[in-house]
């Protein structure tokens, strides 16, 4: 019984979790590339380490090693990998560094001072970094485990003592190795915790579209590492910004991804797409009014005509007042996607009146538009735009089917009117994009866009078209350090 009952929770659990509307899959294929930047970024780290000075005495030798700092460094060996229950796992085997340090000896009333240039070498560094899902569905670095050591270190000792520096050389780098040894991975910790959570506060989580419509991109779990690839799952639904709290229940297919033939895969349900159309129907942006001039020449004309005989039944003082032309959304437009394509259908009403000045309007006739519009999806750099084509069009009569038959001879002035005014200003606004939750810097290049039963994949590789160290010190300004990413932890527990 008790066995049946969990198995109840769970399923209700699951009945009940939020589906996401947009998923994305990085790839084996982008840690390469990864790492090449990610080295590039840890080796500038690396040379900011700050060594203690370091005093002692061996019988009547006195030495103080001070002003330590890093000269050079290689990392030759490298590897870097998702690794379950970790994630991201990074390892560099046999790398050397190069430091440069004064030097100040004592024996008996002798004294010797000056600089010395030392080798650290066969360096390794294993160290894991753990993401999750903070508070506010921001992807963060949680934790950075670490293990670094220096196997063995070379000193070139010259000057007066040059002797008796090899003979003390075991004590000094001994001790020298045992202090670097102790400062390695508090750098990683804190480049971790503190300078790439910073580069992910660049990362949209919730935030405006335009003046009318916002995205919330919140993550709704911790990512997922396999040994191919992190996957993670995004809310992807828009919101109009005058009603903040307001979402659309999603009941769309789940997307799914399979592939891993490029560095990144994006999914988007339906449910993404239905979200932001019903926003802007509900921020009241679905609606076009055309009065006097604005209706275009032809079309007046061929209105004028096709209800002449209400018109002329009119007073002169109304007939030839400057015609209104209404078109007004009635629902939601929604989204079906096929392997075949992307569709959109839309249903509007068409209000046509006449408004004489000063006086209340004239109306001629009120008809329903049918409309189904083809969609096709493409990524520029970090965005995500629609280009729209109307594809079928039909009108009719919300009054009689003999009025319906009547406004046939309007069909063709009226799609063109919709494909030559109305549709340009669809596509100029949604070429604009909505922005990809990528890290600032980086960008998509060579998308290929994938249509399948209620969802699209978009496959694409990443490009870094700025340095991991431009964006983050860019946004440390701003970035508000977490209290407990400030402490680091113990050094490494590697052996001296």
Request: proline share 5%; charged share 20%; net charge neutral.
């Amino acid at each position: 019984m008790a066995l049946f009952g969990a198995l109840v929770l769970v399923l209700l659990a699951g009945a009940h979790a939020e589906l996401p509307g947009c998923k994305i899959r990085i790839t084996s294929k982008a840690l390469d590339l990864v790492k090449e930047e990610g080295l590039r970024f840890l080796e500038q780290e690396l040379e900011t380490i700050t060594i203690p000075d370091l005093r002692g005495r061996e019988g009547h030798f006195f030495y103080n090693i001070s002003d330590v700092k890093v000269t050079e460094l290689q990392l030759t060996s490298s590897e870097l990998h998702f690794q379950p229950e970790q994630e991201l796992m990074l390892q560099i085997n046999n790398a050397s560094l190069g430091l440069r340090f004064r030097r100040q000896l004592l024996y008996w009333f002798f004294y010797d001072g000056g600089y010395i240039n030392t080798s650290a070498e066969g360096m390794s560094i294993h160290t894991a970094l753990q993401l999750s899902r903070d508070p506010t569905g921001r992807i963060k670095v949680s934790n950075v485990s670490c293990q670094a050591s220096v196997s063995r270190m070379h000193a070139v000792f010259g000057g007066t003592f040059k002797k008796v520096y090899e003979f003390l050389s075991t004590f000094i780098t001994s001790g020298m190795r045992f202090l670097l040894n102790q400062q390695i991975c508090p750098v990683l910790y804190h480049a971790g915790t503190v300078l790439l959570n910073s580069l992910l506060d660049t990362v949209p989580v919730r935030r405006a579209v335009d003046e009318l419509v916002g995205i919330d991109y919140s993550l709704l779990k911790d990512p997922v590492a396999s040994t191919s690839n992190l996957d993670m799952d995004f809310r992807g639904a828009f919101f109009p910004l005058a009603e903040g709290n307001w979402s659309l229940p999603n009941q769309a297919v789940e997307p799914q991804l399979q592939e891993e033939e490029r560095m990144v895969y994006v999914a988007f349900s339906e449910f993404f797409f239905d979200s932001a159309m019903e926003s802007y129907f509900r921020a009241g942006a679905l609606q076009l009014l055309l009065v006097g001039d604005k209706v275009p020449h032809d079309l007046d004309m061929l209105l004028r005509a096709t209800y002449f005989g209400s018109i002329v039944l009119l007073s002169p003082a109304v007939i030839d007042s400057p015609l209104k032309l209404e078109l007004r959304v009635t629902a939601p437009p929604r989204c079906t996607i096929k392997p075949s394509g992307t569709t959109i259908s839309v249903t509007a009403s068409v209000t046509i009146a006449l408004v004489p000045p000063n006086q209340p309007e004239v109306q001629l006739s009120s008809m329903t538009m049918d409309a189904r519009l083809s969609a096709k999806m493409a990524l520029r750099g970090k965005a995500l735009r629609t280009q729209l084509d109307l594809r079928r069009f039909r009108i009719y009569s919300n009054q009689s089917a003999l009025e319906s038959l009547a406004l046939i001879p309007l069909q063709a002035p009226l799609k063109t009117m919709l494909q030559i005014g109305v549709m340009p200003m669809l596509n100029e606004r949604t070429r604009r994009g909505v922005e990809i939750p990528l890290p600032e810097g980086i960008n998509f290049v060579r998308e290929m866009v994938t249509s399948h039963a209620g969802f699209l994949t978009i496959g694409a590789d990443l490009h870094f078209a700025k340095g991991l160290r431009e964006v983050i010190k860019k946004n440390q300004l701003t970035y508000t350090r977490d209290p407990q990413a400030s402490s680091a932890p113990s050094p490494s527990t590697a052996a001296v």
